[in-house]
């Protein structure tokens, strides 16, 4: 297995989980940057890492270097830095590898996950994966597996496009889970009534396609049930969302047939 | 542990699981009936209980009947049933109660899932169960955890809301899942990278409620990523779908603040 010497800039929620679980899988993570050196020194200790707030004190010597700050911080960083010949990586979902340009040897190493304080970095993380030249997407690639199972490689454009489905399938499914949350409050009755029902669905999907798994009463066109519930939600704006996402399931169905 | 004497009418896919749980959980399915003579046959060979075409024959012998057929059907049958004692059920979410009050014993018996043939009916269903007298109610308790760890009171205007909140929280997740398939199926991107991000996204809610697990641009009201979303979108549909439940969330992250 490969063990990387390897720079970190930033001490983030990303950043925090990416140097922990390398540094467990073996890799040695030699500085920890940030602009405050105490969030730097509180994970640089955690790594056995030397903790520093000043990218003078870089030392260009890791093979693998991770930029890993907030999206609009990392051109700053950059306009920083020194050229040098190691791996030069970014992890955000949103920015195009190009940005990285100026160093001969570059790439992206996204983790596809949203990340919360607590949570330990799961092997079962895809990482989205991109480089400059094969051997660098090679290097990345061994690097990627000696922390997750599933490693894609994709394109900029691709990890852009993953990150607007992600939007949908996600952030969107979550507030789907919001409406049901009011819904069900209202009307005093738990929401652990419909906890088993939000893993079966998602559950589904693990073995086969959305577009089969779909059931309901807009993917029967019952018009009779649509519109029962469209007459049981007081709420206009809910009632809108309803009207609104049954015509798109109808629409689907539609299409297919 | 109860063990009642069951009569059950239906044999379609809650029919069959229901019978199958219950039979062995140790109850005794004493005849199935449906209008389907095979079909009768099939169900009542694997619950050891004699198969029936024609309700002349029910023996109204059940300490228990569970009517278990179509919504649409429900009437039809009721019209066709003697007067009887014991407790006579049905397991339709959005049917009232009201509809069995010729029994003097009556009451809902409603396991909340979407089920599909195959799949066994898990221990983790939940029963949202009604009664018009205490000891049914007791006794449909009784049966509803010999066979499932989850049972819920509820009545029939519960019940109704409950079937609202799944339509969103399962049917809609569902479609957004489908919106990530084609976004990313458009760029050639396996939908195995965005499971574990669908799995994460139903695990949260299983300890915080949905409103504190949101995350993404409109949570943030980050206006920008959200135009970038607007702009990458070339399906009409999906881009109106995109503004409009983005509005939902900012507006839901606003009235909170």
């Known amino acids: 297995m490969v063990k990387l010497k390897i720079g970190l800039i930033g001490s983030g929620n990303v950043a925090s989980h990416l140097a922990e679980k390398l540094f467990k899988s073996g890799h040695c993570i030699s500085q920890v940057y940030s602009r405050n050196i105490s969030n730097a020194k509180k994970l640089a200790d955690r790594v056995n890492a030397e903790a520093i707030d000043d ?10 270097l991770i930029i890993s700050v907030k999206d609009d911080a990392i051109q700053t960083v950059l306009d920083r830095l020194e050229k040098t ?3 030069v990586v970014h992890t955000a979902g949103s920015i195009s590898m ?5 160093f001969s040897n570059h790439g992206v190493f996204y983790p596809f996950q949203t990340f919360t304080k ?3 970095l799961k092997n079962t993380v895809p990482f989205c994966i991109e480089a400059n030249r094969e051997e660098n997407l090679s290097l990345l690639k061994k ?3 000696s922390i997750s199972e599933l490693v894609f490689e994709m394109n900029s454009e691709q990890r852009k496009k993953s990150h607007l489905a992600a939007v949908f399938a996600c952030n969107f499914s979550n507030h789907m889970y919001y409406i049901a949350q009011q819904i069900l409050c209202e009307n005093h009755i738990s929401f652990d009534v419909i906890k088993p029902l939000i893993n079966e669905t998602a559950n589904k999907v693990m073995s086969i396609m959305p577009d089969e798994a779909q059931t309901g009463p807009a993917s029967r066109n019952d018009q009779t049930i649509i519109n029962n519930h469209l007459a049981e ?3 206009e704006h809910f009632k809108k969302l309803y009207s609104f996402v049954s015509a798109s399931i109808v629409e689907q169905k539609f299409k297919k047939e």
């Open 55 to 64: 990218l003078q004190q870089l030392n260009y010597q890791s093979e693998l």
């Open 85 to 87: 010949e190691g791996l």
């Open 98 to 102: 190009q940005i990285l340009n100026k």
């Open 118 to 120: 607590d949570v330990v």
């Open 143 to 145: 690097v990627a597996y």
């Open 233 to 235: 939600l007081n709420n």
